[in-house]
């Protein structure tokens, strides 16, 4: 596609439901993140996949956290238990390579409201 | 660890004007990038400029330029002859070179009046 797809768009969920957020890249890039956004604040790092080689979890605040890349392109991020502090705009983006001055570009994000 | 701090949560500007908008960061490394992004209500992040740390020329981009202090740590954004559309969040970011993930700061909202 023309640029990086995520959805849903919006997705409010109950306390303790598992949901599943996704991402599609930009095709061709075979770099790929997520970031989470809280309300007011900026960009956390959640995960990094990059071609065939393992993923860099470094970010992934806790175990109900995880993310699934497959074939090197689309993504999933689940949360299971969601809680109320989950509550926040998880964004994707992917770039062609890593590192230095590769640019990354950013989908429009999912924005999680746990009730 | 890499950390970026943009002190100023929000600012204002009156259309045609110039505005600069802060960002420092604490690294000790030293070949790495820095990059501000773009974020208007639709929440989609868009580059708006970027520099290399070992160029010490200020990098521009039409009416936005950068001014690079490498000693200082500092890395401001100057938009001049600011239009509405340029209302927004805006965030300052870094990469170290062989890096994978980029590290933000917490953003600065950017009112333009008319």
């Known amino acids: 596609g023309a640029g990086v797809s995520q959805s849903p768009s919006n997705k409010v969920t109950e306390k303790g439901k598992d949901v599943e957020l996704r991402c599609d890249p930009i095709?061709?890039?075979?770099?790929l993140y997520w970031y989470r956004q809280s309300l007011g604040q900026g960009l956390e790092f959640l995960i990094y996949?990059?071609?065939?080689?393992?993923p860099d979890k470094s970010g992934l605040p806790s175990d109900r956290f995880s993310a699934e890349r497959t074939g090197g392109s689309v993504s999933t991020l689940t949360i299971q238990r969601t809680q109320q502090e989950d509550s926040a705009v998880y964004l994707c983006?992917?770039?062609w390579g890593t590192g230095g001055y590769t640019e990354a570009f950013f989908g429009q994000g999912t924005r999680l409201t746990v009730v | 660890a890499q950390t970026v701090t943009q002190s100023q949560p929000e600012m204002s500007v009156q259309e045609a004007e110039t505005v600069t908008l802060s960002c420092t960061y604490d690294?000790?490394?030293?070949?790495?990038?820095l990059f501000w992004y773009k974020q208007p209500p639709s929440r989609q992040m868009i580059l708006v400029i970027r520099?290399?740390?070992?160029?010490?020329q200020n990098a521009t981009e039409n009416r936005f330029s950068v001014n690079f202090q490498k000693a200082a740590k500092s890395f401001s954004l100057k938009i001049s002859d600011s239009q509405l559309g340029d209302a927004a969040m805006y965030f300052c970011?870094?990469?170290?070179?062989?890096?994978?993930?980029?590290?933000f700061g917490g953003g600065t909202r950017l009112m333009v009046k008319p």
């Open positions: 983006a992917s770039s």
């Open positions: 690294t000790s490394e030293s070949d790495y990038y």
């Open positions: 520099q290399e740390a070992y160029k010490q």
């Open positions: 970011a870094y990469r170290e070179n062989a890096g994978n993930m980029l590290t």
């Open positions: 095709s061709g890039h075979t770099a």
């Open positions: 996949f990059q071609g065939n080689s393992a």
